[in-house]
Structure formats: structure tokens, C-alpha cells
């Protein structure tokens, strides 16, 4: 007895409140593992104002958590303020668990909400492997990549304040969402083919003509054959048509009443841009990098890309896939031809919108605005939030890309980012608080 008032007499309570870019990138389940690292006792929970930890044990272990919180963070992660204050010594906790709280809401300051983040290698090793069960699953997220931003509809960042709150977890899905030691603990986004997000075909009366994987395969065998296709993205609608297909291209830019400016083309992977252009050790670095921007690239002759991208000049607009869908489709694009491996499986892809408007962000609104220009709709059931802000931000950012050695890229090169910031406001729903863009880094 007497040994236990000693040891609660030696143990203190520290508060820390992190604002920064914490919510959406793994800071929590981090916080969890360091706390439990160092044995500690408390909580963590996203707030408001940020993240708050509270952590009980010896003043020596308290030391080095706040060095080890500051100093190892996730790779996402950023910490714009700091603040750490002892508080009262809470006894019942003392030698007790760590343990991720439910968030709380209310009335904020600033929170940096992570932009939405390229499918990460382990991602993308999970879609190619056969035996996976998100083999291909065009939604497949963890707490390293996915969407952040334009799923989240008010803060703090928890799944019910996204648009995945209509999926409820599967078992397999939430036994990752619960282990410390999964890459998912905590991922929002989380997903698989059975709780997950879902993917139709239709055509362009909104006619479903398939579904899953058949609807991957059909939407790719219909870019081989020169149709063109509207494919839902994460925030809104591109079209997209086969780079090598003169005729698909020549009928794209006719349809959009886009006779000359240069188009946009994602390839399969940078071997695959390397066949079709000169490609820089920067200008990769660029492609492959997080933002995923459009880069600017010396076009090869005699590739097989038509004529058509880019009249004129022998410059050529490339990105590279950045969501798991772009990834699944370009596979399937790859498939679709007999010569298979060897197929050229690049798109020709530009926003899906006439002239100056918006963005399309629902599958109606697209249907029906788009139906002149596309002839089939890869469609999903996953929404993007925050609209006001994505339009605007598709306006405002429309000539800040970077192109290699931090050169302007002409507006047409650039595809809409959204801002990073977001406040929570008084009635909890996100909107925009300040101008500021992630840039290509
Ligand atoms: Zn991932
Ligand atoms: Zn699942």
C-alpha cells in the first residue's frame, strides 16, 4: 500500500495540445503507439482546437514522450503549434491503459485537414496482389494515402463526418480499423469490396450496363474502341479517352469545342511516360511525388500517341494515376488490348465541364450535363463534400502548377487541388478559411 502512494506521488499529468496538420494522417494511432512505447497512461482525442493528449507516469517518461511527439512524427503529419501544461494528478488512471477517445465537437480555431493523398505503395502492392481481398478494389485507402479532404464534410476528422459514414465497417474492415499495429488503425477511409464503396457502368441516360470489376473492364474495352468516357473522380468529373486513338481524341476536343488548346494524359506508370516522352530525374520526381501535379515533358517522336494532344508543339501535359480507380482503369486499359503488356495504356484526360463551368459533382448533375459529351459514366456511390470550396478552388488554382525548377505550367495543365486549411466553424461544417493551396512540393 505503501508502495503504490509512492509511485502515484512520483507520477505526474501532462496536457498537450497540437495544432497542425493532425487529423487525417495517422497522428492519433501514432500518439497511441509512442504513449504506449513509454507506458503510459491517458488519452488522445481531436478536437476543435486540435489534438489533445493527456499523459500520466513519471516526470523522465513525460520527458521523453514530448520529445518523441515532436521529434518522430508520421511522415504526414505537421505541427504548427505546440502547448504542453501540467494538469491535476488523476489517480483512478494511474497505471491504467492508453486510449483513443471519441472526438469532440464544438466551437474552433484552425485545423490543417491533409489534402487528398496519392495511392501509397503498400496500397498499391494490396490491389495487385490476387490473393488480397482488395485485389483491384478501385477504393483501397489506408492512413498513409486517400482522400481526406474532399470526403470530409465538417471537423474534427472522424468517419461519421465524412462521406464514408454510409458504409459501415465490415468485420475484416474493422478488426484493421482497431489494431494498433495495422496500417488502417484509424484510417477513416477504410474500405473493401464488401463494406466499401462501389463502381457501375452506365451509358449516358444512366442506364446501368455493369458492375464491380465487369464495369472496369467494359469502361476500359469502350476507351479501346474510341468512345469516350466520364469518370468520376474524387472531386469531381473527368473525361477521358484513349491517348492512341486519333479518331477518340480528334472527337473529344469536337465534342468539348476544344479545337486546339494541348490536352492532359495520365499513363499507366512512368516506364509507360518514358516510351512516349523524355522524362527528367526531376521532372520525376515531380510525377511521382504526393500531389501528383501535371508536368510538363518533352514528347518522343513516333510513339503512337495521336497527333491530336498536342498540336503544334512537341511539349506534352503528363500526371501520373493518383487515385486507386485512375490505377485499376489504366490495368484494365493495359488488358483490353491483345498485345496486352506491350499496349499503350495512357488517357487523355480533361475536366468534365463545358467551357467555364464548375466541375460536375454529382452522378445526376453529370449524367445530365455531360451526356452530350461523354457515351458511357463510370460512376460511384461515394460523395464528394465541400463543393463550394472545390469549385472555387478549381478557379483560383487554376495557374499555380509547378512545372520542373519551379516553372509555370499554362492554366490548361492544371487540374484543381484543394485548399489544406479548413476551420471549424460555428455550426460545424467545413468551409474554407483561407486561400492557401498545397503546391507541388
Ligand atoms: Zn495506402
Ligand atoms: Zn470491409
Known amino acids: 500500500m505503501r508502495y503504490i502512494a509512492r509511485s502515484m506521488s512520483a507520477s505526474q499529468r501532462e496536457r498537450h495540445v497540437v495544432v497542425g496538420r493532425v487529423q487525417g494522417v495517422g497522428f492519433r494511432p501514432f ?31 513525460l520527458a521523453r514522450f514530448a520529445t518523441d511527439l515532436i521529434d518522430t512524427l508520421p511522415p504526414l503529419a505537421m505541427i504548427v503549434e505546440h502547448s504542453c501544461e501540467s494538469v491535476p494528478f488523476c489517480p483512478d488512471d494511474d497505471g491504467g491503459e492508453f486510449a483513443i477517445r471519441k472526438s469532440t465537437a464544438g466551437v474552433g480555431h484552425h485545423v490543417l485537414v491533409s489534402p487528398d493523398m496519392a495511392t501509397c505503395p503498400d496500397c498499391l502492392a494490396d490491389m495487385a496482389d490476387p490473393a488480397n481481398r482488395r485485389h483491384r478494389y478501385p477504393f483501397t485507402n489506408c492512413t498513409n494515402c486517400g482522400p481526406r479532404y474532399t470526403i470530409t464534410q465538417s471537423l474534427p476528422y472522424d468517419r461519421h463526418a465524412t462521406s464514408m459514414a454510409c458504409f459501415p465497417l465490415c468485420e475484416a474492415c474493422r478488426a484493421e480499423y482497431e489494431d494498433p499495429l495495422d496500417r488502417r488503425f484509424h484510417a477513416q477511409p477504410n474500405a473493401c469490396p464488401v463494406c466499401g464503396p462501389r463502381l457501375w457502368l452506365t451509358d449516358r441516360h444512366g442506364k446501368t450496363l455493369a458492375e464491380g470489376a465487369k464495369a472496369m473492364a467494359r469502361a476500359a474495352k469502350a476507351l479501346r474502341g474510341g468512345k469516350i468516357l466520364a469518370l468520376k473522380g474524387l472531386g469531381g468529373f473527368h473525361l477521358a479517352a484513349d491517348a492512341a486513338n486519333h479518331a477518340a481524341v480528334a472527337e473529344l476536343r469536337r465534342r468539348k469545342k476544344r479545337p486546339a488548346k494541348p490536352l492532359a494524359v495520365m499513363t499507366a506508370d512512368l516506364e509507360m511516360l518514358s516510351r512516349l516522352a523524355h522524362v527528367s530525374p526531376d521532372e520525376a520526381a515531380l510525377l511521382t511525388g504526393r500531389e501528383r501535379p501535371i508536368v510538363l515533358v518533352t514528347m518522343k517522336p513516333g510513339t503512337g500517341l495521336s497527333p491530336d494532344i498536342s498540336p503544334d508543339t512537341d511539349q506534352l501535359g503528363a500526371m501520373l494515376p493518383y487515385t486507386p480507380l485512375h490505377h485499376v482503369l489504366l490495368a484494365a486499359l493495359r488488358e483490353a488490348q491483345p498485345d496486352g503488356e506491350d499496349a499503350l495504356a495512357a488517357l487523355v484526360m480533361t475536366s468534365g465541364n463545358l467551357s467555364s463551368e464548375p466541375i460536375s459533382l454529382g452522378n445526376r448533375e453529370a449524367l445530365s450535363r455531360l451526356g452530350s459529351l461523354a457515351d458511357f459514366f463510370l460512376l460511384h456511390d461515394r460523395a464528394a463534400w465541400c463543393a463550394c470550396c472545390t469549385r472555387k478552388a478549381a478557379r483560383r488554382d487554376s495557374s499555380s502548377c509547378a512545372g520542373p525548377g519551379g516553372s509555370r505550367l499554362p492554366p490548361y495543365f492544371c487540374r484543381p487541388k484543394v485548399p489544406a486549411f479548413l476551420e471549424s466553424a460555428r455550426n460545424s461544417r467545413t468551409r474554407c478559411a483561407s486561400p492557401r493551396v498545397t503546391k507541388p512540393s
Open 31 to 61: 500518439v497511441y503507439r509512442l504513449a504506449r512505447e513509454h507506458a503510459l497512461s491517458g488519452y488522445v482525442l481531436n478536437a476543435p482546437e486540435g489534438v489533445v493528449i493527456e499523459v500520466q507516469g513519471p516526470p523522465e517518461r
